[in-house]
């Protein structure tokens, strides 16, 4: 009778030390020295170091493993060893192999590669483990999102997609054909769940948003996710406290949950595990005074000072570098190096604009005039200028959203806030208590020149039964930039769209 195998996954190794197991993956790197392979398999759950010793079990299948090309696909059989040297503290010794498709050259080698063709080949770039860590805590954040409202006697409500009328004003709408009509794709699901709100009381929305934002940055996707919860019977300050806890629960998770990812990331965890409640207070006006302060300035300053340092480092490692190549070095040390120049070279770039934005930016902050809305560079200065995240509220009703409640004591004011998340990653959050009453949001539509029609349901939410309520949008991709410390929006999501980027 033939012997069954068992098919183990590499995460879960350590309950088979010393038993025969097959894993089925894929050639994440071959190296060989005379009669041994070590071939590292990948299966999606892990990595695990192979060993492939030449011997008789092994004649049938040494050859083809030890010229196995990158990525092709295997079932590779085994007794588990424990090691703490090994990649996952485990090692597989090779009793058997089979080869389910060998690869042609692939594209992505251990060689670094430039972020224009890694994007193009997205599609197997999440293959490497930099990018399957991301992913990893992505799944987590997903989870701890639901989890969080699930718990907490939240309705999950999903919104439409196609929608008659702007949430989020109209510089950022997608037009599409509806039948001859023309419907935007939803900015928001905000609206619909304030419906759902005046049935369930406590609801959330979770799906794809679409904004057309016409200026490539590394915090702007033109499809992104957001969750958005709506509570009855609430004012600015509960949605804040919300917005706190929940913050904490999403952070505190997905710190249990990958911390190994992580730490692969780089992330400092120091800086994670420090955040704690109450985040920073701080109002529109608050912020506008810091903006003008010294503090802002000396900050910039700073930083101008720092990235020039870095530049001519930089230039210098870049310019041994590209001699190295030229020189009689070993192949291996000029693989090294081109990898690295690579390397330097895209954060060469970034520093140079960084150089070129930074007197700007002080600029802006310098002549920031009360009433405009917070751009990106502000945000990041008054994020740097904290360690916990920072809950910023009351904006001028001018540059806020129509469905904001006006204050009370300052008419110039809406209720509402933006949750900074600290060291720089800006805005994750965008909330507000809404305008319950019929009279003002009325005006407001017309302010704001929207159309009265395609908002009647939203006013019949005003007509009957109005009560305070009110909610927030948390943006998945930039709070995993915060989460990971990614630099850029577009490794925060599968298949990142971007003004002129839609492939694969
Ligand atoms: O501040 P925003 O525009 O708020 C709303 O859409 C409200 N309707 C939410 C609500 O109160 N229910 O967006 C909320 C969040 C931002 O803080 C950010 O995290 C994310 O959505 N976001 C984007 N993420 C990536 N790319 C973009 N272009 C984004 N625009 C907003």
Known sequence: MARMKTIANIKDLRNYVGK???L???AYNVRSSGKIVFLLVRDGTGLC??????????????????????????????????????????????????????SPEYPITPKAHGIEFLMKHRHLWFRSRRQHAILRIRHTLVDAIRRFFNDNGYINIDTPIFTPAAGEGVSTLFQVDYFGEPVYLAQTGQLYVEAACMAHGKVYCFGPTFRAEKSKTRRHLTEFWMVEPEIAFAELDEVIAVAEDFILSIKDRVLRDNRAELEFLGRDLKALENIQRPFVRLSYSDAVDLLHGDKARQLLEKDLNDKNVRLSQLEKE???LVELQKSAAKQWEKDKAAQREIEI??????????????PHHLELARNFEWGGDLG???????????DQPVFCTHYPRAVKAFYMKVNKDDPRLVNNFDLLAPEGFGE??????????YDMLLTKIKEENLPVEPYEWYLDLRRYGSVPHGGFGLGVERTLCWLCGLKHIREAIP?????????P
């Open 20 to 22: 025969e197991v097959t």
């Open 24 to 26: 089925q993956g894929w």
């Open 49 to 102: 170091q192979c060993v492939v010793e030449k011997n008789e079990r092994t004649e049938s299948f040494f050859e083809t493993v030890k010229k196995l090309p990158l990525e092709s696909s295997l079932e590779i059989t085994g007794v588990v060893r424990a090691d703490e040297r090994a990649e996952g503290g485990h090692e597989l010794q090779v009793t058997g192999f089979k080869l389910v498709q060998a």
């Open 318 to 320: 870049l310019g041994t």
């Open 345 to 358: 070279r895209e954060d060469l770039e970034e520093l140079r604009e960084q150089l070129k934005n930074i």
């Open 376 to 386: 990106g560079s502000d945000e990041t200065i008054i994020s740097r200028l904290h």
């Open 428 to 437: 994750i959050i965008g909330g507000s208590q809404r305008e319950d009453d």
């Open 495 to 503: 298949y990142a769209r971007m003004m002129g980027k839609i492939y």
